[in-house]
């Protein structure tokens, strides 16, 4: 029982992470029905950048922590002027598809910049340990835990309650419509997009100690991050974070207690038959066809 | 200027609309078909490659070009070709037996995928193909008994009734172009059939389609299975052609290297996946031999200007040492989809139909010819 209890709550820190990254995909089509392919990889520039600030030029881990999160912010802008503003509006393949090639590109570009070993940074969250009773929790995976629940409910009441995130879901809703109500929409896209690869960035820096940084740390849980955000219904941010959960429980319960190779599987199938049932996911709202 | 007069129905869905498509492809085939004696073997095995290629970017562009079904999952169907016909082979089964038998068995795999995909769109499509990719390929690797697992299988030089076919030789050049002939073919006929029609339909609007008798659930099913069954095909020619296979050479990104065949081809005529595929097969020769070639020239033409030759040979190490940086080919992958999605949304065969209405209207050329509306963008959610 204490095993499964142990598996549990390292599942749930699992979770938190891709619930985590589930949170950029899901804010970025929130507002403007774009698929951010390149989202894991944000997160892995973030990584980058914190190492960069605190590791390279010795700043003090907040510090490091804010200019990482501030200056992906200004990166997800940017990204948002030049790649993604121009194709706004075209069928939504060919938006995922510019952000599958800017992955490539910033795996790479990253590859040749900060090499190919695993960094490491040192943060007020490693190796300390959390005991209640006989289960164990590391620092760092409880600061996950902790980040991810907070910044959830921070962007659930901006999107719900300030004139901001009225605005924002206005925009995904009918961007046509939103201009005419006087939003401005190209900046409120801009400021998506920055939000996003700020969460991207909060992430990549709280995982900086678990899974260290490396260029292709971004692939990998992205691709896991992913289905979490589906099977919370895409554009739903509590259920980004419940799909997440969802997602990292089963990989780790199924690592435990399935054979070996059903980890890395039952993720998906779990996804499929969501899928099946629920075609909009746990938590999206249902798709009705109108003419 | 060429004008028909269209005066029948048949006139209009023609496959070769007047002679001079005689000629054109009547020509291109002819080269074709002496290739092999003209090129070396390098350039024959990636032509090879190139044909491969087309033919899964046929199969794309059924389903994703014409049907409008966004697929990432590619890369499984093309590996369940290939692991049929390197288990069949190794049980003896001949070759005319195994290579329907795998177009047979993806297509079915195909149309299982197609179930689920009837109630879902756009992104959860996308997610969706991907999971059943990494379950395939994690089956794969699993399933040792009859894939070996991840130390993978070889498969035996391809034999019809006893001819051995080597997978270097001209005749196994042949078979992979008249397999993608063969797909081409069946493509064009597909689309002028009633069939085609309604994936047509299907991608410009369901609604539409639907009001008009089009039955989704059918004809979505069918496009996967004949695209799943197509890009079976050309698993089986991909096992013999790599002669080894393993579940790690079936990954998501083969399937995104798919996808980028029909996105740079232009994912709206089937000599886009033609296009598409020799770019994609030789932009990795092309891109060698400029990393050997560009700093030379760079740090000769620095020497020609006034440079002193050891900075002009540090120039030169510089460049070289940047182009075999590792990672460098994802960059640059990266770089042509964006830019092509960018400033090429119509794709090679877009440009190509662009420079012949150019010579064609010479003088009357408008650009906006081909511009594309730009739309606002309006929730799926309620589409």
């Known amino acids: ?291 | 200027m060429r004008f028909i007069f269209k005066t029948d129905y048949d006139q209009d869905i023609r496959i070769l609309k007047h002679s001079g498509y005689w000629w054109s492809y009547g020509i291109l085939l002819a080269v074709l078909a002496a290739l092999p004696f003209v090129v070396g073997s390098y350039l024959q095995s990636q032509v090879v490659f190139v044909l491969i290629y087309a033919i899964v970017g046929v199969a794309l562009m059924i389903l994703t070009g014409f049907t409008g079904q966004a697929s990432l999952g590619h890369a499984a169907f093309l590996a369940i070709g290939a692991y049929t016909a390197a288990y069949l082979q190794k049980l003896g089964v001949p070759f005319i037996v195994y290579f329907p038998a795998a177009a047979i068995l993806t297509g079915i795999v195909g149309a299982m995928v197609g179930f689920p995909a009837l109630r879902l769109t756009g992104i959860y499509l996308v997610i969706a193909t991907i999971a059943f990719a990494f379950i395939v390929e994690e089956i794969l690797a699993r399933w040792e008994s009859v894939t070996h697992g991840n130390e993978g299988m070889r498969v035996r030089t391809l034999d019809i009734v006893g001819i051995p076919l080597p997978r270097d030789g001209e005749a196994f050049y042949f078979l992979c172009l008249f397999t993608l002939v063969g797909c081409i073919l069946l493509a064009l006929n597909l689309l002028r059939s009633p069939t085609g029609r309604a994936f047509i339909a299907i991608r410009d609007s369901e609604t539409a389609g639907k009001s008009m008798g089009i039955d989704l659930a059918a004809y979505k099913v069918k496009s996967f299975a004949i695209s799943a069954a197509i890009t079976g095909l050309a698993g089986v020619l991909f096992a013999h052609k790599m002669t080894f296979i393993s579940p790690e050479m079936f990954t998501l990104l083969l399937s995104i290297e798919f996808i980028m065949v029909i996105i740079i081809g232009g994912a709206f005529g089937v000599h886009g996946a033609v296009f598409g595929a020799i770019f994609i097969v030789m932009v990795d020769p092309f891109l060698t031999a400029l990393k050997d070639d560009v700093p030379v020239l760079a740090a000769g033409i620095a020497s020609s200007l006034g440079m002193a030759s050891d900075a002009a040979g540090k120039l030169r190490d510089t460049m070289s040492s940047i182009g075999s940086a590792a990672g460098l080919k994802g960059a640059i992958y990266g770089l042509i989809i964006m830019m092509f999605i960018l400033f090429e949304p119509y794709g090679l065969y877009g440009r190509w139909l662009k420079v012949k209405l150019f010579f064609q209207l010479f003088p009357l050329y408008k650009k906006a010819t081909f511009k594309r509306q730009k739309t606002y963008v309006k929730s799926e959610r309620n589409r």
């Open chain 1, 1 to 291: 029982m204490l095993d499964f209890i142990q598996q549990l709550v390292s599942g749930i820190a699992l979770g938190c992470v891709y619930g985590l990254i589930a949170l950029g995909f899901v804010l970025i089509y929130k507002a403007t029905e774009v698929v951010n392919f390149a989202q894991g990889d944000l997160m892995m520039m973030g990584g980058f950048f914190v190492f960069t600030f605190i590791g390279l030029l010795g700043l003090d881990y907040w510090l490091g922590f804010l200019f990482a999160v501030c200056g992906m912010a200004v990166f997800g802008m940017a990204t948002e002027r030049v790649l993604v503003r121009p194709i706004l509006g075209y069928p939504q393949f060919s938006i995922v598809m510019a952000t599958i090639g800017l992955g490539y590109f910033l795996r790479s570009i990253a590859g040749m910049i900060w090499g190919t070993d695993d960094l490491k940074i040192d943060t007020p969250f490693s190796n300390g340990v959390f005991k209640i009773g006989d289960l164990v929790l590391a620092h760092d995976k409880l600061s996950v835990i902790v980040a991810t629940v907070i910044l959830c409910a921070v962007l659930y009441a901006f999107f719900n309650y300030t004139r901001m995130g009225t605005a924002m879901r206005a925009t995904s809703e009918n961007m046509l419509a939103a201009y005419y109500m006087g939003i401005p929409v190209k900046r409120v896209v801009s400021l998506i997009w920055a939000i996003s690869a700020a969460v991207a960035a909060t992430a990549g820096v709280l995982l900086a100690p678990i899974t260290f940084i490396h260029s292709n740390v971004g692939l990998a849980l992205g691709l896991k991050a992913f289905p979490a955000a589906v099977l919370g219904g895409f554009g739903s941010i509590p259920g980004a974070l419940v799909g997440g959960l969802i997602i990292g429980v089963i990989e780790t319960l199924a690592g435990f207690y399935l054979p070996q190779g059903w980890k890395d599987v039952a993720p998906y199938i779990v996804l499929l038959v969501v899928l099946l049932v629920r075609p909009q996911g746990l938590f999206g709202p249902s798709m009705r066809k109108k003419v």
